[in-house]
Protein backbone atom coordinates (compact mmCIF):
# COMPACT_ATOMS: atom_id res chain seq x y z
CA UNK A 1 0.00 0.00 0.00
CA UNK A 2 1.36 3.18 -0.95
CA UNK A 3 2.44 5.52 1.69
CA UNK A 4 0.58 9.14 2.27
CA UNK A 5 4.00 11.52 1.80
CA UNK A 6 4.19 14.98 0.47
CA UNK A 7 5.37 15.68 -2.95
CA UNK A 8 8.28 16.68 -3.71
CA UNK A 9 9.04 20.09 -4.68
CA UNK A 10 10.43 21.20 -7.30
CA UNK A 11 14.18 21.29 -7.14
CA UNK A 12 17.27 22.91 -9.62
CA UNK A 13 14.55 23.81 -12.59
CA UNK A 14 15.93 24.01 -15.93
CA UNK A 15 19.30 21.89 -14.58
CA UNK A 16 19.65 20.59 -18.28
CA UNK A 17 17.76 19.89 -21.47
CA UNK A 18 18.40 16.36 -20.84
CA UNK A 19 16.31 15.88 -17.72
CA UNK A 20 12.91 17.91 -19.42
CA UNK A 21 12.79 15.73 -22.93
CA UNK A 22 9.47 13.42 -23.62
CA UNK A 23 12.01 10.36 -24.35
CA UNK A 24 12.80 9.32 -20.89
CA UNK A 25 10.60 6.18 -19.97
CA UNK A 26 7.93 7.08 -17.35
CA UNK A 27 7.90 4.57 -14.33
CA UNK A 28 5.05 1.74 -15.08
CA UNK A 29 2.03 1.14 -11.85
CA UNK A 30 4.09 -1.57 -10.46
CA UNK A 31 7.29 0.48 -10.36
CA UNK A 32 5.96 3.51 -8.52
CA UNK A 33 4.19 1.13 -6.29
CA UNK A 34 7.77 -0.31 -5.21
CA UNK A 35 8.92 3.39 -5.26
CA UNK A 36 5.96 4.38 -2.71
CA UNK A 37 6.84 1.55 -0.21
CA UNK A 38 10.72 1.62 -0.93
CA UNK A 39 10.35 -2.30 -2.00
CA UNK A 40 14.31 -3.87 -1.56
CA UNK A 41 13.27 -6.19 -3.68
CA UNK A 42 12.76 -4.08 -6.75
CA UNK A 43 16.56 -2.71 -6.04
CA UNK A 44 19.13 -3.96 -8.93
CA UNK A 45 15.84 -4.19 -10.98
CA UNK A 46 15.67 -0.41 -12.23
CA UNK A 47 16.26 2.99 -10.99
CA UNK A 48 14.11 6.32 -11.07
CA UNK A 49 15.25 9.48 -11.68
CA UNK A 50 13.56 12.66 -10.80
CA UNK A 51 13.93 15.33 -13.30
CA UNK A 52 13.09 17.99 -11.13
CA UNK A 53 16.01 17.49 -9.27
CA UNK A 54 19.09 15.82 -11.69
CA UNK A 55 19.30 12.93 -9.07
CA UNK A 56 18.32 8.76 -9.99
CA UNK A 57 18.07 6.37 -6.72
CA UNK A 58 17.55 3.06 -5.87
CA UNK A 59 13.59 2.18 -5.42
CA UNK A 60 14.26 1.44 -1.52
CA UNK A 61 15.41 4.89 -1.58
CA UNK A 62 14.05 6.35 1.84
CA UNK A 63 14.17 10.09 0.83
CA UNK A 64 10.78 12.38 0.46
CA UNK A 65 8.59 10.34 -2.77
CA UNK A 66 8.55 12.80 -5.77
CA UNK A 67 5.62 13.51 -7.83
CA UNK A 68 4.82 10.96 -9.65
CA UNK A 69 5.27 12.77 -13.24
CA UNK A 70 8.65 13.98 -12.17
CA UNK A 71 9.89 10.88 -12.07
CA UNK A 72 11.44 8.33 -14.86
CA UNK A 73 12.92 4.73 -15.21
CA UNK A 74 16.26 3.62 -16.24
CA UNK A 75 16.96 -0.16 -16.50
CA UNK A 76 20.93 0.37 -15.15
CA UNK A 77 22.49 3.01 -12.98
CA UNK A 78 25.04 3.50 -16.07
CA UNK A 79 22.03 4.59 -18.14
CA UNK A 80 20.97 7.12 -16.17
CA UNK A 81 24.50 8.45 -15.27
CA UNK A 82 24.41 8.78 -19.60
CA UNK A 83 21.48 10.55 -19.50
CA UNK A 84 23.27 12.96 -16.81
CA UNK A 85 21.58 12.31 -13.28
CA UNK A 86 23.64 12.19 -10.60
CA UNK A 87 23.63 9.21 -7.99
CA UNK A 88 21.68 9.92 -4.69
CA UNK A 89 23.41 10.99 -1.86
CA UNK A 90 21.40 8.76 0.73
CA UNK A 91 20.43 5.15 -0.93
CA UNK A 92 24.25 5.32 -3.57
CA UNK A 93 22.78 4.01 -6.54
CA UNK A 94 26.07 3.52 -8.25
CA UNK A 95 27.51 1.94 -4.82
CA UNK A 96 29.66 5.03 -4.36
CA UNK A 97 28.55 8.42 -2.73
CA UNK A 98 27.76 11.65 -5.04
CA UNK A 99 31.22 13.73 -4.41
CA UNK A 100 30.61 16.10 -2.06
CA UNK A 101 31.21 19.16 -3.93
CA UNK A 102 29.11 18.33 -6.62
CA UNK A 103 26.34 17.46 -3.92
CA UNK A 104 26.70 21.13 -2.12
CA UNK A 105 26.99 22.67 -5.89
CA UNK A 106 23.06 21.18 -5.90
CA UNK A 107 21.88 22.35 -2.99
CA UNK A 108 23.61 25.75 -3.31
CA UNK A 109 22.16 26.14 -7.07
CA UNK A 110 18.44 25.40 -5.48
CA UNK A 111 19.73 28.54 -2.75
CA UNK A 112 20.24 31.17 -5.48
CA UNK A 113 16.67 30.34 -7.35
CA UNK A 114 14.80 29.65 -4.59
CA UNK A 115 16.26 32.58 -1.85
CA UNK A 116 13.08 34.32 -1.82
CA UNK A 117 11.05 31.36 -0.50
CA UNK A 118 10.86 29.92 3.09
CA UNK A 119 14.02 27.94 3.32
CA UNK A 120 15.30 25.88 6.16
CA UNK A 121 17.74 23.45 6.84
CA UNK A 122 15.57 20.42 7.16
CA UNK A 123 14.06 21.49 3.74
CA UNK A 124 17.22 21.81 2.18
CA UNK A 125 18.78 18.29 3.49
CA UNK A 126 15.05 16.42 2.24
CA UNK A 127 15.29 17.79 -1.26
CA UNK A 128 18.69 17.31 -1.68
CA UNK A 129 18.61 13.20 -0.06
CA UNK A 130 20.33 14.33 2.92
CA UNK A 131 19.84 14.35 6.73
CA UNK A 132 20.26 17.92 8.25
CA UNK A 133 23.56 17.20 10.52
CA UNK A 134 25.42 15.90 7.06
CA UNK A 135 24.14 18.66 5.01
CA UNK A 136 25.36 21.29 7.91
CA UNK A 137 28.98 19.40 8.31
CA UNK A 138 29.60 19.06 4.10
CA UNK A 139 28.16 22.51 3.57
CA UNK A 140 30.64 23.77 5.83
CA UNK A 141 33.66 21.72 5.27
CA UNK A 142 33.21 22.70 1.45
CA UNK A 143 32.18 26.80 1.79
CA UNK A 144 33.65 27.56 4.81
CA UNK A 145 30.20 29.03 6.26
CA UNK A 146 26.64 27.56 6.75
CA UNK A 147 23.44 27.54 4.87
CA UNK A 148 21.42 29.27 6.73
CA UNK A 149 24.90 31.71 6.20
CA UNK A 150 24.94 31.58 2.53
CA UNK A 151 21.14 31.81 2.63
CA UNK A 152 21.28 34.96 4.27
CA UNK A 153 24.45 36.21 2.10
CA UNK A 154 22.51 35.52 -1.06
CA UNK A 155 18.83 37.29 0.27
CA UNK A 156 21.32 40.49 1.10
CA UNK A 157 23.27 40.65 -2.08
CA UNK A 158 19.77 40.35 -3.75
CA UNK A 159 18.43 43.62 -1.39
CA UNK A 160 21.09 45.66 -2.28
CA UNK A 161 20.54 45.23 -5.81
CA UNK A 162 17.20 46.05 -5.59
CA UNK A 163 17.77 48.97 -3.14
CA UNK A 164 20.65 50.61 -5.95
CA UNK A 165 18.50 49.84 -9.04
CA UNK A 166 15.02 50.48 -7.83
CA UNK A 167 12.87 52.89 -5.95
CA UNK A 168 11.02 49.66 -4.47
CA UNK A 169 9.57 50.66 -0.41
CA UNK A 170 11.61 48.57 2.09
CA UNK A 171 8.71 46.53 2.74
CA UNK A 172 8.53 45.44 -0.34
CA UNK A 173 12.29 44.72 -0.77
CA UNK A 174 12.26 42.78 2.41
CA UNK A 175 9.22 40.40 1.28
CA UNK A 176 10.58 39.80 -2.20
CA UNK A 177 14.04 38.77 -0.50
CA UNK A 178 12.15 36.17 1.34
CA UNK A 179 12.50 37.96 4.72
CA UNK A 180 8.98 39.23 5.25
CA UNK A 181 9.77 40.48 8.46
CA UNK A 182 11.03 44.26 7.92
CA UNK A 183 12.29 44.50 11.64
CA UNK A 184 14.68 41.30 11.04
CA UNK A 185 15.14 42.25 7.34
CA UNK A 186 16.93 45.90 8.71
CA UNK A 187 18.21 44.45 11.28
CA UNK A 188 20.05 41.31 9.87
CA UNK A 189 20.68 44.05 6.83
CA UNK A 190 22.52 45.95 9.09
CA UNK A 191 24.46 43.09 10.59
CA UNK A 192 25.91 42.47 7.07
CA UNK A 193 26.38 45.42 5.74
CA UNK A 194 27.24 47.68 8.14
CA UNK A 195 24.10 50.20 7.06
CA UNK A 196 20.54 50.11 7.51
CA UNK A 197 18.99 49.68 4.19
CA UNK A 198 17.67 53.04 3.85
CA UNK A 199 21.32 54.41 4.70
CA UNK A 200 22.58 51.74 1.82
CA UNK A 201 20.29 53.03 -0.65
CA UNK A 202 21.28 56.72 -0.23
CA UNK A 203 25.03 55.95 -0.52
CA UNK A 204 24.67 54.34 -3.35
CA UNK A 205 22.46 56.83 -5.24
Excluded at 15 to 21: I, L, T, V, W
Excluded at 85 to 110: A, M
Excluded at 142 to 169: D, F, H
Excluded at 191 to 197: A, W
Amino acid sequence: MSKNKEAEAELFKGSSNEHQQPLLTPVSDEQWQAITDNDSAYDGQFFYAVKTTGIFCRPSCKSKLPIRENICMFLTAEKALNARFRPCKRCKPTGSRLPDEEWIDLVTSYIDSHYQEPLSLDTLAQLSHGSPYHLQRIFKKVKGITPVYYIQQQRINAAKAMLRESNLPITEIASLVGLPNTSYFITLFKQKTGQTPEAYRKSRK
